[in-house]
């Protein structure tokens, strides 16, 4: 087990090395990064003057290392847009991306773990065809069409929830359903293939044998055992989540992480669009190892492997 | 039965968008890029006051909505057909060369995968397309050179089942090249994976493309993209909602059909699998 582990981490810091590298690199895809600050139609003085702020005349290893360096000592860099420190604009909005990525999660789980098991249970027969049509519309449906669809209905027409911002919970439920809609189908099939295969288990029969009611068999027994791989594929899903945040925190200008990436793009704020890229990469990183080791004390097969 | 009735509908729906499509300039019936800003958003032919002249209406600067939106298909087609090409070259190349050989390459090309699959898609495809300029085929080559991660883990595994096969032995015995063995032996037999990768990755190369576009940084005006026309019409919708919920709904049947084509070119083509 140590073994693995150790290995797995390994991994995981060597993968977090390439993606700072990469997250770096971006700013140098504009070709020159001073240039793209200092805008279209500035002056070669400027031009100058931003390259040497920022440190573009050195060379570009130089800087990544110093970039790297400030990174650990905690030191994530200035905004260029919002002209503060970027680490503690980041982390206060990292709170409203967490709480709208697990919300959003709670709510794919809500609607997926049921739908999954009627559908395993009356599989084939039109019940279970309506299951993969709410995961099918799901998967087809455009997330910000939806968005919209969602504010014309609750916010325009019943007035029942906020259009934009992110002061109180009410704030959090469009935009928590959007999410959660477009994670669902992957579980719905998760669930509905592990149920179908658990249900035809021996242990299943003999629980059915003995007499137990079908309520007991079903979420006792089965549901048990047809849970454990969607408890990896929530962590990697959660990954997903906090990256397909940027559209959905745009549209309802929900003052998170993919909200700020976004303008951070926009305004051509390039330190925070970096730690932001970097960051989401590092969650995601941690979110698979700790399910990876979890997957690995549950079954011991895997380790091996 | 079933799963043929999928496939049927769902390549009959798919085959119905890729005509009207190609015959664009022939059945469109105005051009999708003529201003007529006396006639600015007239409502489609169902509302009270819309008229056969524009069956959907117009828009908010007056151009034919229909026309806007056969023209629109082209280029949720052309950026799903070509992200497709490009990722499924740069994917199945990896994954094949991962399965067949092993060892060294395989780590390699693992390690390529699980760094490519930490990076969110959408913030890295954002940010590259502000810094390099927004434009229909850097779209295409940003999306290309970011979604190979399936199609290379896809390969991999399928490559290494067919690697083991005995036809594979055979070839390798009467002493052909690797890379002959690979482009007549491995990957004939991979294809049926490699088709229903490609149309799902497709399918999600045409909602990265009008998410992009939907935040201004895809495809640029005057364009008919789907879902830079949802991002133009939004500031009309509490009023027309139509002008979002026509392109919304043409890109969800148009995911919705190719979807359903590969979950029925799944079944047809890997029997014995399941999804």
Redesign the interface.
Known sequence: MLGYISKRLG?AV???M??SI??YM??Y??GDPAL?IAGEGARQADIDMVRKTYGFDQPIIVQFGNWVLKLISGDLGTSIYFKTDVGPLIFSKLVTTMLLALYALAFALVISVPLGVIAAIYKNSWIDRLCLAVA??G???????FA??LI?LFS?SWRMLPVSGSDTWQHFVMPAITLGYYAAPAFM?LIR?GMIEVLEADYIRTARAKGLPTRTVVFKHALRNAIVPVVALAAVQL??L???S??IE?IFALDGLGYL??QS??H?DFPV?QV??LL???I??LL?LASDIANAWLDPRIRVA | MLNNKALVFGCGLLIFIVACALLAPWISPHDPYFQDLTNRTVPPFWYEKGSWLHPLGTDQLGRDYLSRLIYGARISLLIGISVAIISGLIGTTMGMLAGYFGGRIDMAVS?LV??R????????A???V???GSSLWIVIMVLGLLKWDRFAVVMRSATQQVRSMEYVSAAQSAGASTLRIMLTEVLPNVMPHLIVIATLEAASAI?LE??LS????GVQPPLPSW?LM?SEA?SY??FS?WL??IP?TA???L??SI??AGDGLHQALTPGE??
């Open positions: 991994l060597l993968v977090a390439t993606v990469i997250a971006l700013l895809l504009s793209a099918v519309v998967q087809a449906m455009p997330n910000f069409f919209l669809i014309m325009i099939r293939a990954g997903f906090l990256g397909g940027i559209v745009t990436a976004y793009i926009t051509k669009t932001i890229v989401l990469s590092v995601y990183i698979t | 390690f699980t760094t699959l930490s990076m969110p898609v959408i913030l890295v954002l940010a590259t502000a810094l390099v909602l009008a998410a939907f935040l201004g940084l879902g949802i939004k919708m509490f909602f979002i919920a919304g890109l969800a049947v995911i919705f979807n359903l399941r999804a």
